[in-house]
């Protein structure tokens, strides 16, 4: 299994930023795919996820009502697109994927982990 973040970068304050992780290695379609993120000083924390194909996306506290997933399963990739940005927002953003979690947006369920893509808001 691998996953590649893609679509960091800098923004200003109130822009938008939309992240992409492609997975791939999977033969089922059993997949749950996770966007977190770490702040520098701070534990790395969940933002959102999804079971691809099917369900509602599940998101943290600071990621609702600004940020929104999005799927393209024809091209196993999972979107993040965040508006409305803030400085707070700047951290290494990561994907990781599994087959199943209880917690979407708890770490400790995942077991593949992208490379991270850094996004700067200031």
């Known amino acids: 299994v691998q996953l590649v973040e893609s679509g960091g970068g800098s923004a200003l304050p109130g822009e938008s930023l939309t992240l992409a992780c492609r997975y791939s290695?999977?033969?089922?379609?059993?997949?749950?795919v996770g966007w977190f993120r770490q702040r520098p000083g701070l534990r790395r924390e969940g933002v959102a996820g999804v079971y691809v194909g099917g369900g509602d996306p599940y998101y943290s506290d600071s990621a609702k009502g600004r940020f929104t997933l999005s799927e393209d399963t024809s091209k196993k990739t999972i979107y993040l697109q965040m508006d409305s940005l803030k400085p707070e927002d700047t951290a290494m953003y990561y994907c990781?994927?599994?087959?199943?979690?209880?917690?979407?947006?708890?770490?400790?369920?995942?077991?593949?982990w992208g490379q991270g893509t850094q996004v700067t808001v200031s």
């Open positions: 990781a994927s599994a087959g199943w979690v209880s917690d979407p947006l708890a770490e400790s369920g995942y077991r593949y």
């Open positions: 290695g999977y033969i089922s379609n059993n997949v749950v």
